[in-house]
């Protein structure tokens, strides 16, 4: 089977869409998929073989990412008759979307989509200036026509399968999340990391690693720490990301006066000091409610962080049971008590550790690329069968 993947985000922009399509491609072939992928030219790229970079322009209001030029795409139809593919599978909703359904149409092929992004809870923290009720609306009606106009959806997790089926989403969706490579979150240099970045090793570091945005609730994060650091002076919360919330999480730190105890790290590679910082860490503290899966929640998990979470959208797939982690609520009170509760309790703390590798163990990144790959095969056998019924037009 060969299926063409259409993204307006890739490497090197770090981000969960990002980090799903690489772990996708690198393990569908030994499912017997060839994954090619169309995704935009970015500065300092990196290449990879099946990979096409489209011209793309800078957004001013929006400088990590870009915007791919729809008619180069379309320009490329003539050669993508050439490999045969069997399907397109449509990974973001802006240009590529409408990209993918054109190349749908034109190499007579199914398309699937993934829903990666919760944007009922993403878009009014861009449109401030709409209220929240009207923005969520806008997202929900946006979301509903763009995957009834697929063959079929990925949803990252059941919460998010449910809200697309609470939209009027009509198409199949299967529940497929993103797995882990196992091997690569296995180890890291700990103490390199705090020598490197000032950090005493006596300090308890509870660690955010993800994009520095407003959705992802960091807020929260920076006032449990204010709570934490009156019961344990040598607390630090440590940052990695970068982002558009930035300035205002530096200016919230300044105003809660925690400049002692909290360190913004910056971006970090995921094959190097990703991982040591995982292992510099004690915990694993993550504040956001709106996560269609939460990967680096098994990635810390990997890593044998016990983890302080929010047990809300999709992260609920990973948290319910309890295996690794303290469940908290969106209060920081209650928030800062559960970080409290591990780091003044070391057997606690160790058991849940253990618990949090065992957990992760089952969601290995080629057990859920057989899933994925099963899922092309059901839209193909349906194609085949003459039961794919047409998308709703656009």
């Avoid at 299926?3 to 969960?16: E, Q």
């Avoid at 806008?138 to 979301?143: K, L, P, T």
């Avoid at 570091?205 to 650091?229: P, Q, Y």
């Avoid at 509760?341 to 057990?367: F, G, I, N, T, V």
Wanted: neutral net charge.
């Amino acid at each position: 089977m060969r299926v063409l993947m259409v993204s307006d985000v890739y490497f090197p922009r770090v981000n969960g869409v990002s980090t799903s399509i690489q772990t996708f491609r690198r393990e569908l072939p030994a499912c017997g998929v060839t994954v090619d992928l169309i995704a935009p030219a970015y500065p300092n790229e990196l290449e990879e073989p099946g990979l096409t970079r489209i011209a793309s322009r800078y957004l001013p209001f929006d400088p990590e990412d870009r915007l791919m030029h729809r008619r180069a795409i379309r320009r490329m139809v003539p050669d993508l008759r050439a490999p045969n593919y069997d399907l397109v599978h449509i990974q973001t909703p802006f240009v590529a979307h409408y990209a993918g359904l054109d190349l749908g149409r034109c190499l007579d092929v199914p398309v699937v989509t993934t829903y990666h992004t919760f944007f009922e809870e993403y878009l009014h923290h861009y449109a401030k200036i709409l209220p929240a009720s009207l923005t969520r609306a806008i997202a929900r009606r946006f979301s509903r026509g763009q995957c009834n106009e697929t063959h079929g959806v990925i949803a990252p997790s059941i919460a998010m399968r449910d809200a697309l089926r609470n939209y009027g989403v009509t198409v199949p969706i299967e529940v497929i999340p993103t797995g882990i490579p196992l091997a690569q979150f296995s180890s890291g240099n700990g103490a390199q990391f705090r020598a490197q970045h000032g950090i005493a090793a006596d300090r308890e570091v509870a660690l955010f690693v993800g994009r520095v945005a407003h959705e992802k609730n960091i807020d929260l994060l920076l006032h449990a720490t204010a709570r934490i650091a009156r019961q344990r002076p040598n607390f630090t919360l440590a940052i990695a990301g970068e982002g558009p919330a930035l300035s205002h999480l530096q200016s919230l730190a300044h105003k809660l006066n925690l400049q002692d105890h909290v360190r913004f790290i910056g971006y970090l590679d995921r094959a190097g000091a990703l991982l040591d910082c995982y292992s510099a860490a004690d915990i694993f503290a993550f504040g956001s409610t709106t996560e269609t899966q939460g990967l680096v929640l098994l990635e810390a998990m990997a890593m044998g962080l016990p983890v302080v979470a929010i047990p809300a959208m999709g992260a609920r797939d990973i948290l319910a049971p309890g295996e690794g982690c303290l469940c908290a609520t969106n209060d920081p009170d209650d928030f800062a008590a559960k970080v409290v509760q591990l780091l003044s309790d070391p057997a606690l703390q160790q058991q849940k550790a253990e618990e949090a590798k065992r957990h992760a163990q089952s969601w290995s990144a080629p057990a859920t690329a057989e899933r994925l790959a099963g899922f092309y095969r059901s839209v193909l056998k349906a194609q085949a069968e003459g039961a794919l019924r047409a998308p709703a037009a656009a």
